[in-house]
């Protein structure tokens, strides 16, 4: 198994993903870094056999950049995917290989093989590929073994200001596509306290016990009680359900939800933490343990305004704004605004979007979300591109084995608090 670290723009990732999925056996896709200032920090944290490295991330100071990578993961080596139609052009000494973008799955699983060292390459000393015959062979499979992801979750928080943008649909999609593959590996808390129905969506309403009951046990929650209170979704997805009764939302603080938040982030390997659609402690809470943080918003001008007074809100708490990443999702099928007008309204660039698909309403009705339902569907895959990106965001290492650069800041700095005491 080769893992393999993808840093370019996101609608590219996409299409690598596509082609590296037939793969899966042999080529694991560890992360991606949709951002130039990301992939060192990507790098360092998943360790990753091979980084493919588009090179327009490489206009930073390559010197820099290789010693830093060299730093924080010493194993990687790197493979130049270079822009336009034509064939791959040779990188700097620091990659071992580069491949065109325009290739197709085969060559790019080839040439990850050769870069990884476990195939020469086909012409060694002509073509694209600059590897040198000194790191071949050279995987240390035990090293990799201490590398296995363990530790605390990923925490995802999807939110908008608006309701009706999607912020469940994807939530739910997300968790139920990083749950694939079974174990109960994600959970999804309903933090939508008053009228939250991710449970509905799922099919397991019919679990009497809910967040409300964790509450109630206060802030020390022993993995007995958790597993309990959790009902099994599809996928074996793990879902915390929002309580029965609206009144019963006030019986949960931000300090209740907090002990519940980590004592869930203990026992799986990611969390997705859905929200109600409008700011309280208890959603400030659920933002400063996220480690990314899904603005949903949609074609419509005020679900844009809702996320972009959130986006300044989160940037005046101090929230720090690369944790935080806009989802455009395509609620109806036609649409009177570009993405692009979207994105000038907003001031940054969409993290990816997704598309209208009337398939939504009958797969949230039957409690199989559309990523389980209909796989091959666009916006299907696009959720699980999205969950690609996120599954790895928390601190999922072995923390012993490998000397670490300083941990990185805080969330946030709270400057001040909002709605309810
Ligand atoms: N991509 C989509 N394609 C089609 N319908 C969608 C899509 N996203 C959301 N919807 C519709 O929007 C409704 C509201 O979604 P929901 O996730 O409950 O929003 P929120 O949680 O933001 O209030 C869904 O029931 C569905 O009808
Ligand atoms: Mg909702």
């Known amino acids: 198994m080769i893992r393999v670290l993808i840093a370019d723009e996101i609608a590219r990732i996409v299409g690598d993903l596509e082609k590296l999925k037939p793969y899966a056996d042999v080529i694991d896709v560890c992360g991606v870094a949709h951002q130039a200032s990301a992939v060192i920090e990507e790098a360092w944290l998943r360790q990753p056999d091979v980084l493919v490295l588009h090179e327009r991330f490489t206009e930073l100071p390559q010197a820099d950049f290789a010693a830093h990578l060299g730093s924080v993961s010493p194993a990687t080596r790197v493979l130049l995917m270079t822009g336009g139609d034509s064939p791959a052009r040779a990188g700097p000494a620091w990659t071992v290989g580069a491949v065109a973008e325009t290739v197709e799955g085969p060559e790019l699983l080839h040439a990850i093989r050769v870069a990884a060292g476990v195939l020469p390459p086909r012409n060694a000393g002509s073509g694209g590929e600059t590897a040198d015959g000194t790191a071949e062979g050279n995987i240390d499979t035990d090293r990799r073994e201490v590398r296995t992801p363990r530790g605390r979750a990923a925490v995802v928080v999807t939110f908008s200001g608006k309701g009706g943008t999607g912020t469940s649909m994807v939530a739910i999609n997300l968790a139920a596509a990083l749950a694939d593959g079974g174990g109960g590996r994600a959970a999804l808390l309903d933090t939508d306290l008053q009228f939250g129905d991710a449970a509905g969506m799922l099919h397991v309403d019919n679990h009497l016990l809910s967040i409300a009951d964790l509450a109630a046990h206060g802030e020390d929650i022993e993995n007995s009680l958790l597993d309990a209170v959790l009902a099994t979704g599809p996928a074996e997805l793990r879902v915390l359900r929002a309580p029965s009764s609206p009144e019963l939302a006030e019986t949960i603080t931000a300090a209740g939800l907090r002990a519940i938040v980590r004592a869930t982030a203990r026992a799986h390997a990611v969390v997705v933490i859905d929200t109600p659609s409008h700011l309280d402690e208890r959603v400030l ?29 989160l940037e005046a708490l101090g929230v720090d704004m690369d944790r935080v990443d806009v ?95």
């Open 327 to 421: 989802v455009l999702n395509h609620t109806r099928p036609r649409t009177n605004y570009r993405r692009e007008d979207i994105e000038e309204i907003l001031g940054r660039t969409i993290l990816i979007d997704l598309p209208y698909d009337p398939r939504v309403d009958p797969s949230l009705d039957s409690g199989t979300p559309i990523v389980l339902a209909q796989p091959r569907a666009e916006l299907a895959r696009r959720l699980v591109a999205l969950s690609q990106l996120v599954r790895g965001d928390g601190a999922t290492r072995d923390e012993t084995a490998i000397e670490l650069p300083a941990p990185a800041p805080p969330v946030y700095r709270r400057r001040f608090s909002l709605g309810r005491r």
């Open 285 to 313: 809470e659920a933002f400063e343990l996220a480690d990314r943080i899904l603005l949903v918003t949609s074609y419509n001008l005020s679900a844009v305004r809702g996320t972009k007074a959130t986006l300044l809100l």
